[in-house]
């Protein structure tokens, strides 16, 4: 795979667009490929080193049947993923398309020539709708009250733009969305791979998002192993290996259903450490956050794959579909996992896009990548201004 013109393609866009969103996606130099994910070669078949009996907890036996072999790509059918840069402009597009934007209709109401406290009402009401929430609501609702009478703005570009900087404002713009994927070296010298642990309820995402942002690593040239930890379904664990065959990228699972989703996590960090490996992703099964069973199962898969490298990135999945139920869900996985980073799917499909607010001020973690749709390559790292630009049509 060249990479030259992927680089110089995303950097042009990294400039205009000012992102720090997109700047942790970005490779900016030629990495050194330890393996050959573009190029159409088989790789070096190995046998995971570590022993299942390593990822037991200390003093729990190990599951017996629980090692976890690896499913090398298929090398001759590898897909060449869209570059990150042109998913921005399509973010606008989808934004714009979903549903009865919210922009759009905020613009129309702050239009009219004078506005009545009705009017002010069904702006309240158009946030509520799009779960900005009721804090966020009053805030905005107030600051827009106070600058419209005092500033006097009735022009609709006006209006547009006092808008958009009180909506950036609401995302906090400030915030670090950068992925950390970059691996490391312990002190003794050993490479330690970047580790991305993704978690969520059932049906969120989370698997389709494990299988795109593998192939946003590949087209930014990072090599990238999955894992799935999923073993309660083995179908999730197939549909892993079918995102990760498209693009060249091993997946580490246990042929056993039911299998410690611990030992595979453990399994699939230990083979990026010993191929020095950039990004080990960790895909984990649906787990409902009011389960403490299935929420203590997720501690030990962080606690487990962190004897071979922390995970330097947990990100949770949340349906942007499912509104306010995401909040409560937020809170614990933040509470067992550490959540360092939320993925928000399925905002092609709803005007709830309010969300981002609430789950960023809940938790005081960012918004780093959205998905837009149901296509490999639907997600889209998030980017306050185009977010806004997107909803306001
Ligand atoms: N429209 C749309 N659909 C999406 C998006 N992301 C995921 N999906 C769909 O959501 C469905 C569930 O996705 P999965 O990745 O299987 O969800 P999961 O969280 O891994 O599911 P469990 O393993 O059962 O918990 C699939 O049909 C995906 O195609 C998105 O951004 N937009």
Redesign the pocket.
């Known amino acids: 795979m060249n990479e030259l013109p992927w680089i110089e393609i995303i950097s042009a866009v990294a400039v205009l667009v000012g992102g720090g969103g997109i700047a942790g996606l970005v490779v900016a130099r030629r990495r050194r490929r330890t393996q050959d994910q573009g190029g159409g070669q088989a790789t070096v078949e190995r046998e995971p080193t570590a022993k299942p009996e390593e990822a037991a907890e200390p003093g729990t036996a190990a599951e017996p049947g629980a090692a976890a072999p690896t499913r090398e790509p298929a090398r001759d059918v590898l897909e060449k993923p869209a570059p990150t840069a042109g998913r921005l402009v399509r973010l606008r597009d989808r934004l714009a398309r979903s549903g009865s934007p919210l922009g759009a209709r905020l613009l129309s109401v702050l239009s009219r020539d004078s506005l009545t406290e009705d009017d002010w009402d069904e702006i309240e009401e158009e946030l509520l709708l799009a779960d900005v929430g009721a804090g966020p609501t009053t805030e905005l609702l107030e600051s827009l009250r106070t600058k419209v009478r005092v500033l006097g703005v009735r022009e609709p570009g006006a209006v547009r733009d006092l808008l958009r900087s009180e909506l950036v404002a609401l995302l906090d713009p400030a915030l670090d969305r950068t992925l950390r994927t970059e691996p490391t070296t312990a002190e003794d010298g050993t490479h330690l791979p970047a580790v991305t642990l993704v978690v969520?309820?059932?049906?969120?995402?989370?698997?389709?998002?494990v299988?795109k942002l593998a192939r946003v690593l590949v087209a930014d040239g990072r090599s990238v192993v999955l894992g799935a930890a999923?073993t309660f379904?083995a179908a999730?664990a197939d549909?892993l290996t079918t995102w990760g065959n498209r693009v060249g990228v091993p997946t580490v699972r246990s042929d056993r259903e039911g299998a410690d989703p611990a030992s595979v996590a453990f399994e699939a960090v230990a083979r990026g450490r010993d191929e020095k490996i950039d990004v080990v992703l960790v895909?984990t099964?649906?787990r409902l956050q009011n389960k403490a069973g299935l929420m203590d199962e997720l501690g030990k898969i962080v606690r487990v794959s962190s004897k071979v490298a922390a995970p330097s990135e947990v990100l949770l999945?949340l349906?942007a579909t499912t509104g306010q139920n995401g909040l409560s869900q937020a809170r614990v996985f933040a509470e067992v996992a550490g959540v360092t980073g939320i993925v928000l799917?399925?905002?092609?499909?709803t005007a709830k896009g309010g969300i981002v607010v609430q789950v960023q001020r809940e938790l005081g973690v960012p918004v780093k990548l959205?998905?837009?749709?149901?296509g490999p390559d639907?997600?889209a790292p998030f980017d306050v201004d185009e977010f806004v630009d997107g909803i306001l049509g």
């Not at 969520?200 to 998002?209: C, E, F």
């Not at 799917?345 to 499909?349: A, I, N, S, V």
């Not at 959205?370 to 149901?374: H, V």
């Open positions: 969520g309820v059932n049906g969120t995402g989370k698997t389709t998002t299988g999923d379904r999730a549909q895909d099964a649906g999945v349906d799917t399925k905002l092609d499909g959205i998905g837009l749709g149901e639907d997600l």
